[in-house]
């Protein structure tokens, strides 16, 4: 047997042309082909509401239908955890800018007696939130408890002033995605693993939507 001349076979044009095909067409069919993850359940269709947003204005849930949305629960004088929730709100509003007016972001007072529209618009200021896309709700106490309670299922506490004679008023941290027919499709916490997921998780249903074929 003759031995293998791997100078020869270098220098043969059809080595390199099949050795282009195989590095650049297996990539992408192996993309053509892959098994993307089951779609996420719908786990609760939110009834429509209205609120008042940061501007005055009435705003209607329903007026979201057709984008994808997140929702979280604050309060602007919150001395716990909405901090740290509204920063990392910041850090979701850059990850999905790229998606244009696709999605929302919808933070909803549970403190409504107290945050009008006035300083939530102050607030949004300070957060430098995108007006088109994150939007700040209020409205009476009554609405946005059953807004919160009922068809969230989230928790709300009521008002309280422990012995240290902090206020605060008890309420989820985690951040609800919401589909483009206004169905709960999953929850997540503010943690960095939990946060990737629901990137993954819009981001295919957004790909689903807008390029299905």
Not at 4 to 24: G, P, R, Y
Not at 57 to 72: A, P, Y
Not at 156 to 183: K, P, R
Request: positive net charge; aromatic residues 14%; charged residues 25%.
């Amino acid at each position: 047997m003759k031995n293998f001349d791997i100078k020869k076979l270098v220098l043969n044009k059809w080595f390199w042309l099949c050795f282009s095909l195989f590095m650049f067409g297996f990539p992408i069919y192996k993309s053509m082909n892959r098994t993307l993850p089951p779609e996420l359940p719908k786990q609760l269709q939110i009834a429509e509401f209205s609120l008042t947003d940061e501007t005055g204005k009435d705003f209607l849930w329903s007026s979201l239908r057709g984008r994808f949305v997140i929702v979280n629960f604050h309060f602007t004088r919150c001395p716990t955890i909405c901090r740290d929730l509204m920063k990392t709100t910041q850090e979701i509003q850059k990850r999905i800018r790229g998606l244009g007016d696709k999605v929302a972001i919808v933070s909803i007072s549970v403190d409504p007696e107290y945050d009008k529209p006035d300083l939530l618009a102050s607030y949004a200021q300070e957060l430098k939130a995108n007006q088109r896309i994150w939007y700040f709700l209020t409205g009476a106490k009554e609405e946005v408890t059953k807004v919160v309670k009922e068809y969230f299922k989230s928790p709300m506490g009521q008002n309280v002033i422990d012995d240290s004679n902090i206020f605060d008023i008890a309420h989820s941290g985690s951040f609800y995605l919401i589909d483009d027919a206004g169905w709960l499709r999953s929850t997540y916490t503010s943690k960095k693993a939990s946060l990737d997921q629901m990137m993954i998780d819009l981001g295919l249903m957004v790909n689903r939507l807008y390029y299905k074929k």
